[in-house]
């Protein structure tokens, strides 16, 4: 089981990022994603301010809600707190939460180099 950063979700549905192949190859690859709510949030939030419609922006999370692989994992409050602990920077508390939920999982797959970072200073292996 993986936990799966927004990026990969964007590279894999934006046909022409430079990592869409890889990404789509990536998610493809794993047998299991569990997908962080504040993914979908994120996902949501892009889409939005990138101009889709919002028929469109349901297209997107929908097929990762409905997806067989997908598994959500929801917060109660656990994630949230550990990544007030993981706060440095405010501006990175998305990714902390993440990064929380990932700790659980030992498994993180993200195109954000300084996620990554933070990830293998915990221990967590990162793809790609």
Known sequence: MTVIDTN???????????????????LASLERWIVPSMVLYELYWFFREEGYSGEDIMKVVSSILKGP???????????????????????RFN?????????????????????KKDAEKLGIKTLP
């Open 95 to 115: 990714d902390m939460v993440i990064l929380a939920t990932a700790e659980d999982f030992k498994r993180l797959a993200t195109y954000d180099k300084r996620l």
């Open 8 to 26: 990969v979700f964007i590279y894999a549905t934006l046909r022409d990022s430079e990592f869409n192949s890889e990404a789509r190859n990536l």
């Open 69 to 91: 692989r997908t598994k959500i994992i929801g917060d109660g409050g656990k994630y949230t707190k550990r990544a007030l602990e993981l706060t440095k920077n405010p501006k």
